[in-house]
């Protein structure tokens, strides 16, 4: 399977929360990313959690990582229509790359 | 802020055509990169540079080399285009030891 996993496509609606969910496979990664990329634009980095972390939160941004099972999601609060964007999971590697998900696509309705 | 730079936002091309896409970052970044972007595979490393002069092999290397003359500028060069190339490709940046990356805003290009 793919390294970084991640659903394509997530809606929901204004004002509610959204989830975006990441498995990985490497545990060796020392940290692990969210980055935003807006229609038409390059990535935005968001947010990031070491990986000895738990939960990491950013005002409405809350990350949460399951060291066990591999898991990292992105949750955004009271989410809004400038939250539309593809959201991208990626690891880092000892050797300074970044390993990307396939991104997930987020449309927030109104 | 980090600024990277890419040269064009969209550019079309001709099956065959030499192709040269640029990328300057203005941190004194050690680390460059490019990618290409495609719909459901996200991001796919081509090639990277940790320094001057300097190029290794991402994931999907074929059909494209590098240039890394001066520190602040990683230019990409598809020698003949083909049609499989069109996609969005984006240069990124990073700090010596780093791993946080810095994108510019992408070159869409087509090949036709």
Not at chain 1, 48 to 66: A, E, G, H, P
């Amino acid at each position: 399977g793919e390294d970084v996993e991640q659903s394509l496509f997530l809606s929901v609606r204004e004002g509610d929360s959204s989830v975006i969910n990441c498995t990985y496979t490497d545990s060796s990664s020392t940290y692990l990313y969210w980055y935003k990329q807006e229609p038409g634009a390059g990535l935005q980095l968001l947010t990031y959690i070491f990986s000895n972390m738990d939960m990491k939160q950013d005002q409405r941004l809350t990350v949460l990582l399951n060291k066990k099972d591999k898991h990292l999601s992105l949750r955004i609060a009271d989410t809004q229509t400038g939250d539309s964007a593809i959201y991208f999971c990626a690891r880092g590697s000892s050797a300074r790359q970044l390993t990307f998900g396939s991104g997930t696509q987020l449309t927030v309705l109104p | 802020d980090v600024k990277v730079t890419q040269s064009s936002r969209y550019l079309v091309k001709r099956t065959g055509e030499k192709v040269f896409l640029e990328c300057v970052q203005d941190m004194d970044h050690e680390n460059m990169f490019w990618y290409r972007q495609d719909p459901g595979l996200g991001l796919r490393l081509i090639y990277f540079s940790y320094d001057v002069k300097m190029k290794e092999k991402g994931d999907i290397p074929e059909g494209y080399s590098v240039s890394r003359e001066k520190k602040e500028r990683f230019s990409l060069i598809l020698e003949s285009a083909s049609t499989n190339q069109t996609s969005m490709y984006l240069c990124a940046s990073s700090l010596q030891g780093e791993n946080i990356q810095y994108f510019g805003a992408g070159t869409r290009l087509s090949v036709l």
